[in-house]
């Protein structure tokens, strides 16, 4: 899994532009119930790669964007969609078409999660193969991710 060049440089230079689009969202219901509930852990899917449903593939050309991108989540955080999109390998290498042996269901997802006070997420193994950027945009003082056995909080 790569990053696009310039991305995390990009994400860091305009977290707080994010931040205030994040501050304008109301999230509902629980991103990931099987691992916590409550609405303690929400979030807004704004693209995902892999395989699209077969009627957004049109006359064997290129998938639309559409197909990976939540344009109408994307209504809610246009300057976070405007500076990734386009910039995602599997758009890019068009790995997410549905013939291609090299897609899978969630090779690539940008969400936007919210975590409620004092809430944590717990351990959990995400996809092999896949580099995970957490870009923590509010109430950061405290916030920290583990990775194996080390706990790294988040840096402003």
């Given amino acids: 899994a790569l990053l ?5 440089n990009e994400l860091r230079l305009n977290w707080k532009k994010i931040a205030d689009e994040v501050r304008l969202l109301s999230f509902d ?7 916590l509930r409550g609405n303690q852990w929400q979030g807004l ?5 892999g395989k699209p449903r077969p009627e957004m593939k049109k006359d064997n050309g290129p998938l639309p964007r559409e197909a990976a ?12 969609c405007k500076l990734l999109l386009g ?3 599997t758009e890019q290498w068009g790995l997410r078409l549905p013939d291609s042996p090299h897609a899978t269901e969630n090779d690539e997802e940008v969400t936007i999660f ?3 006070p004092y809430a944590s ?3 959990h193994i995400g996809q ?4 995970n950027v957490h870009l923590c945009l509010l109430n950061c003082d405290e916030a920290f991710a583990e990775a194996g056995l080390k706990r790294l909080p988040y840096l402003a």
Avoid at 45 to 49: A, I
Wanted: with cysteine; net charge positive; glycine share 10%.
């Fill in 29 to 35: 219901g629980d991103v990931w119930p099987n691992l």
């Fill in 121 to 123: 997420v717990p351990n």
């Fill in 87 to 89: 910039r995602m390998p």
């Fill in 128 to 131: 092999h193969g896949r580099v």
């Fill in 45 to 49: 899917r704004l693209y995902l790669s």
């Fill in 4 to 8: 696009p060049p310039g991305l995390a």
């Fill in 69 to 80: 991108w939540n344009m109408s989540a994307c209504a809610f955080a246009p300057f976070t």
């Fill in 114 to 116: 919210s975590l409620g």
